[in-house]
C-alpha cells in the first residue's frame, strides 16, 4: 500500500516549523493541517458575529455552524445533523449530558462503567451516586488489555442497567473492546450506551447508526481540528432529556444543550479538520497506522527491560504504553525529550488502567497518527536502545 506521507506531512506547518521534532503525544492532541488554520482565520476575517441576527456576518456565522453540524453528522455517520451537539470539551458534555440523566435515576438504578475509560467517560456516572444510582465497575484483562466481555454481561441486569459508558478506544492502551457487541448486550437489557469515542475517531471509520449506540462523544482537538467537543445522541434521547439551561435559549434540539454562545471560530475550524479526513481517508490513514503500529510494537520489543501492557498485534489504534526497568516514565520521557521526541508518562487520566497494571507512576506513552514515519519511530527506538541499563 502506498501512502503520500509527503503530500501529508506538508499540510502541517508544525511539522515543518519543528523538523527536528517527532511528535508521538497524538493521543494528547494532535497537529492541525493548513486548512483548519486558514478555515479559523477565514472566519474571523469574514464572518466574525453572534447568530441569528439580520446581518450579512451573523448570516455567515450561522452557515458556519450550519456546515459544522453537517461536517460532524457525516463524520459519525448520523443523517440528522440536529443530533450533534457542541460543546467546550468531551468532558465538559458528558458531565453535562450526565447531570441530566441523573434526573430519571431512580435509587438503585445501575450504570456501568470501565476500567479501560478515561476518566472523562467515569467521573461524571461515577457523579450519579449522589441521586441514588449504584456504579458498577467492569474490569479488563491486565495480560491482553481486554475488556472483560463476560464480566460486562454479568453486571447487565435487566431493568435495573440504565447506562453503559464504554470506551471505543483506550487512549493508554490502544486496546478496541467489542464495541457492536457491548451495544448489543447492553440494548438487550434496556440500558443506554454512552460511548466515549475520543481515541476511536482519529484513527476508525466511526458510524453511530451501524453501532446503534444512544450517545457518543469525541473531541476535534484529537482529529486534526481545534479544542471543541462533540457528542452525538439519538434525537429520541435528546428530546426526551431536560438540558440544564438558560430561560431564553432555545428550547429544540441541539441549541439547547448548547451552553452559552458556541466557539464559531473553532466550528469553522471543525469543518475544516472534517474535510481534511475526508481528503485522505480514514481507511487509508487505518491502514497506514496499522503498519506503523505493528512496527512500532516490533521495536520496543527489542528494547531491553522494555515492558510492553495492553494488546498486541491485534487490532487496535497505533497507541502504545510501556515502561522501562530502573526509569520512571517521566525519566524516559524526559530523556527522548531531550532528543527531540515528544511522548507524555503519567496516567494520562487513564485512573482505572493504572490501577490494574498496579502502575502508581503511570507508564510512557507513544501514541501514533498518520502523518509519522517508520523513520521517526527508528529514532525512537535508537533513543531508548542507548539508554544506559540500570
Ligand atoms: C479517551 C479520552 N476520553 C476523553 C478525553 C477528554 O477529552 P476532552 O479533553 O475533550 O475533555 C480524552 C482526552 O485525552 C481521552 O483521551
Not at 442497567?161 to 492502551?173: K, M, P
Amino acid at each position: 500500500m502506498s501512502f503520500p506521507i509527503e503530500t501529508v506531512r506538508a499540510q502541517f506547518p508544525a511539522l515543518a516549523q519543528n523538523p527536528d521534532l517527532s511528535f508521538f503525544d497524538n493521543p494528547g492532541g494532535t497537529q492541525v493541517p493548513r486548512r483548519v488554520i486558514d478555515a479559523m482565520s477565514h472566519y474571523w476575517i469574514t464572518s466574525c458575529a453572534n447568530v441569528g441576527g439580520a446581518f450579512a456576518t451573523s448570516q455567515r456565522t450561522d452557515a458556519t455552524v450550519a456546515a459544522a453540524r453537517a461536517a460532524m453528522a457525516r463524520l459519525l455517520g448520523t443523517p440528522d445533523p440536529y443530533e450533534i451537539v457542541f460543546g467546550q470539551s468531551m468532558t465538559a458534555l458528558t458531565f453535562h449530558l450526565a447531570r441530566s440523566f441523573g434526573q430519571t435515576i431512580q435509587p438503585g438504578d445501575e450504570v456501568i462503567v470501565t476500567d479501560l475509560d478515561h476518566d472523562a467517560n467515569v467521573a461524571p456516572w461515577r457523579d450519579l451516586e449522589a441521586v441514588g444510582a449504584v456504579v458498577r465497575r467492569v474490569p479488563f484483562d491486565p495480560k491482553t488489555g481486554q475488556l472483560n466481555m463476560a464480566a460486562l454481561e454479568a453486571a447487565l441486569q435487566p431493568g435495573r442497567t440504565r447506562l453503559l459508558a464504554i470506551t471505543a478506544a483506550s487512549n493508554a492502551l490502544g486496546t478496541l473492546p467489542d464495541l457492536k457487541q457491548a451495544i448489543r448486550l447492553a440494548h438487550a437489557v434496556g440500558a443506554l450506551v454512552y460511548v466515549d469515542a475520543v481515541q476511536f475517531v482519529p484513527h476508525c471509520p466511526t458510524d453511530v447508526t451501524a453501532l446503534d449506540c444512544d450517545f457518543l462523544a469525541c473531541s476535534a482537538y484529537k482529529f486534526f481540528g481545534p479544542h471543541v467537543g462533540v457528542l452525538y445522541g439519538k434525537r429520541q434521547y435528546l428530546e426526551s432529556l431536560s438540558p440544564h439551561k438558560v430561560r431564553p435559549a432555545k428550547n429544540t434540539i441541539p441549541h439547547c444543550w448548547e451552553q452559552g454562545t458556541l466557539n464559531h471560530e473553532c466550528l469553522a475550524g471543525v469543518t475544516a479538520a472534517v474535510e481534511y479526513i475526508e481528503s485522505i481517508g480514514i481507511e487509508m490513514m487505518q491502514a497506514y497506522e496499522a503498519t506503523l503500529g505493528a512496527y512500532l510494537l516490533d521495536g520496543l520489543r527489542d528494547i531491553s527491560g522494555a515492558t510492553i501492557y495492553g494488546p498486541g498485534k491485534t487490532e487496535r489504534v497505533p497507541t502504545v504504553a510501556f515502561n522501562i526497568a530502573g526509569y520512571t516514565p517521566r525519566a524516559v520521557c524526559e530523556a527522548l525529550g531531550a532528543a527531540g521526541i515528544c511522548a507524555w508518562s503519567g496516567n494520562y487520566y487513564a485512573v482505572g488502567v493504572m490501577e490494574t497494571l498496579g502502575l502508581t507512576e503511570g507508564a510512557v506513552r507513544i501514541g501514533l497518527a498518520h502523518y509519522n514515519t517508520l523513520a521517526e519511530i527508528d529514532k525512537l527506538v535508537d533513543v531508548l536502545q542507548s539508554l544506559p541499563k540500570k
